[in-house]
């Protein structure tokens, strides 16, 4: 009996022993399964990390890109008053340019060369080349007109000054009376402004400012209109002659029509019809020509005092 109840007390403690080694073990490999979790857990936190930094710097990075669009959107809300503040400077020196050489002061000139009734689809793109060829401003009084979008918006980005020259340039039916006039004149200016977002203030009359006596209307009371509405106009001192003159005359000769005469004068205004290929022909040689006679050009402003009032 004693011997049975020491047998039972050694396989109890061996039960123990084992159980307390496998415990043991047990806990062991739990030690390590939580060890390796935290390591990895630790390392993912690591990279989480450097992920956030990384996150952080290309944030930083496009806050700074942001900052900067923002201000290069700023400066393009300001570009029109920037635009209009150097049309300002530039049109007071022109201003300033033409009186000098009116009273003979300058050793230059002043030309303005002005261009009538387009814009033509087929011809006034090769009027601007040359223009822009010789980095020259113009005048184009335009007439309203569809279809030739581009030809206006190019006008405006080469900085030439579009004048009014109504809407129809229907001789009989705009010298009707003072009011159909102001009308087709003031359409026309609305056509300009919501086409290029520019109000023009410089007109001509289509055939010229006598036309409004010779259709039997009153000078002064169109011309009192005009000014209500904030207009200057202009009429011109030389021609090609392309406006309805000899079909026959060839560039050459419309070339001297203008160069002949030229010299006698410090300040012109050149009257031409972006529709002539005769005047496209002698533009270049005009340029270089009144170029060498000592004229600068520039283009139209109401302030000039050329334009009258």
């Not at 087929?122 to 113009?138: I, M, R, S």
């Not at 036309?211 to 106009?233: D, F, P, W």
């Not at 309805?244 to 031409?272: A, C, Q």
Request: aromatic share 10%; net charge negative; with cysteine.
């Amino acid at each position: 009996m004693e011997k049975t109840k020491s047998k039972v007390r050694r396989n109890s403690q061996i039960r123990s022993t084992i159980l307390i080694a496998l415990l043991a073990i047990g806990l062991s490999c739990l030690s390590i399964y939580f060890y390796n979790a935290y390591t990895k857990a630790n390392e993912k936190l690591i990279q989480n990390k450097q992920v956030l930094n990384v996150l952080n710097e290309t944030l930083d990075k496009t806050n700074v890109n942001l900052d900067n669009c923002n201000k290069e959107l700023n400066d393009l809300k300001d570009i029109d008053k920037k635009i209009d503040e150097i049309k300002e400077i530039y049109f007071k020196n022109a201003v300033k340019a033409e009186e000098l050489a009116r009273s003979g002061e300058a050793d230059f000139k002043v030309c303005y060369l002005t261009f009538d009734d387009g814009p033509y689809s087929k011809t006034t793109p090769a009027f601007l080349d040359v223009l822009e060829k010789y980095d020259v401003q113009a005048t184009f009084f335009c007439l309203a007109k569809e279809g030739v979008d581009d030809i206006y918006k190019r006008e405006k980005m080469n900085c030439h000054t579009i004048g009014n020259h109504t809407a129809s340039h229907n001789i009989k039916y705009i010298y009707s009376s003072v009011d159909v006039f102001i009308n087709d004149l003031l359409e026309n200016r609305k056509f300009i402004e919501d086409l290029l977002g520019i109000t023009t203030d410089v007109m001509r009359f289509p055939g010229g400012s006598p036309q409004v006596s010779y259709s039997g209307l009153s000078t002064n009371q169109m011309i009192e209109k005009l000014r209500e509405n904030h207009y200057g106009y202009v009429d011109w001192t030389l021609t090609t002659g392309d406006g309805g003159g000899p079909t026959y005359l060839t560039p050459d000769e419309f070339l001297h029509n203008v160069i002949d005469s030229s010299p006698n004068f410090n300040v012109i205004s050149v009257l031409m019809h972006d529709y002539s290929t005769n005047t496209l022909a002698c533009l270049s040689q005009m340029i270089e020509e009144l170029t060498n006679q000592g004229y600068i050009f520039l283009p139209l402003s109401y302030d000039a005092p050329i334009v009258r009032k």
